[in-house]
């Protein structure tokens, strides 16, 4: 298991709470003790790319569902639903696995954040 760092919380800890929000990942990012880390800026840049991932599907989605309103209101929602809930569960499994000290690598923005954490 990673060691704790100065300010008391461990990596993986670290890693977890990066995945909250984007600002954490930022943060942590940027402060000293964690951007030193690799298994805390992967877990941080996996979360930046999630979150775009997560801003991309909403906009397009707010498009298909204002066009598609006019055809199939209720299979519009059941997508949007099941897309979202998707979203959560994986957004769910990323930060349960950086809480017990695992690299869960995402299909393609796993590969990202690797290259952009330098590991």
Same mark, same amino acid.
């Given at each position: 298991? $990673?060691?704790?760092?100065? %300010?008391?919380?461990?990596?993986?800890? +670290? #890693?977890? &709470?990066?995945?909250?929000?984007?600002?954490p990942?930022?943060?942590?990012?940027?402060? $000293?003790?964690?951007?030193?880390?690799?298994?805390?800026?992967?877990?941080?840049?996996?979360?930046i790319?999630?979150?775009?991932?997560?801003?991309?599907?909403?906009?397009?989605? +707010?498009?298909?569902?204002?066009?598609?309103?006019?055809? !199939?209101? @209720?299979?519009?929602?059941?997508?949007? &639903?099941?897309?979202?809930?998707?979203? @959560?569960?994986?957004?769910?499994?990323?930060?349960?696995? %950086?809480?017990?000290?695992?690299? @869960?690598?995402? $299909?393609?923005? #796993? !590969?990202? %954040?690797?290259?952009? !954490?330098?590991?």
């Amino acid at each position: 298991m $990673p060691e704790t760092t100065q %300010a008391g919380i461990s990596d993986n800890g +670290a #890693g977890a &709470l990066s995945y909250i929000t984007i600002v954490p990942a930022i943060i942590f990012l940027v402060m $000293p003790p964690y951007n030193a880390s690799p298994y805390v800026r992967f877990h941080c840049w996996q979360s930046i790319f999630l979150n775009i991932v997560g801003i991309v599907l909403w906009v397009g989605l +707010a498009i298909v569902t204002i066009v598609g309103l006019f055809f !199939a209101p @209720f299979l519009v929602m059941i997508i949007r &639903l099941l897309i979202f809930l998707g979203l @959560f569960a994986l957004w769910l499994v990323c930060v349960l696995q %950086a809480l017990n000290g695992k690299r @869960f690598k995402l $299909p393609i923005i #796993g !590969a990202l %954040a690797e290259k952009q !954490a330098g590991i």
